[in-house]
């Protein structure tokens, strides 16, 4: 495109600004309500599972439970153009205290999704790496994931290796 003087006019994209920490740090920095808070994240949650809704004080009161015993580490932004918060990423590692292994933790990650367009940049692998200084901080023995298998390699690219196989038990609301 020609701009004053003809000269080329280059559009260039927005450089993005993405902030990693915990979802209650955020929550506690007050920079954003807890509505926009809670509708970012559980549209997050929902690219990975169903997310229904809940009350200001169940989201909150959940941040605050899991965080008592692990960390949600999310990656967001602030998009400029729709002026909103936009959390992109996110992770959670839960600490399992142990008898065994002298009294240390086993590490659980749960819940590792990145926004569908945010995808292939990289902020899994940041988020992910997070997730296991953590846990390696706590003084986790190991750390320990379930995933389908056609995400195998994207765990394997990070270090972590098939073992054994999962079994679950769910129970529906009126068992
Ligand atoms: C899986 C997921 C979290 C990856 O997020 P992402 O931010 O796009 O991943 P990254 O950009 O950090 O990718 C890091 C590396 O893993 C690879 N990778 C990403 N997704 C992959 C997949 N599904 N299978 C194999 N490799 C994958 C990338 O190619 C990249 O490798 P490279 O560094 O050699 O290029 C994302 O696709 C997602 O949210 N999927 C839906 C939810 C889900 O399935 N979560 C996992 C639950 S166990």
Partial sequence: ????????????PIPMDIKYTSLIELID???FTIDEIKASYLALLSM????????NREFVNQVFK???MGEIRIA??????KTQLVIIGSGTIIYEPKLIHGG???GHIEDIVVHEKYRGMGIALTILQELSDLGKKKGCYKIILDCKS????????NGFEKRGIQMAKYFTANE
């Fill in 150 to 157: 056609d995400i195998e390699k994207f765990y394997e690219k």
């Fill in 29 to 31: 920095s007050k920079k």
């Fill in 104 to 106: 240390s933790y086993a």
């Fill in 76 to 81: 967001y932004e602030f998009d400029i153009e």
């Fill in 66 to 68: 899991v965080s008592k």
């Fill in 1 to 12: 495109m020609k701009g004053i003087n003809n000269l080329e006019i280059y559009y260039l």
């Fill in 48 to 55: 990975l599972t169903d997310a229904p809704t809940l009350t």
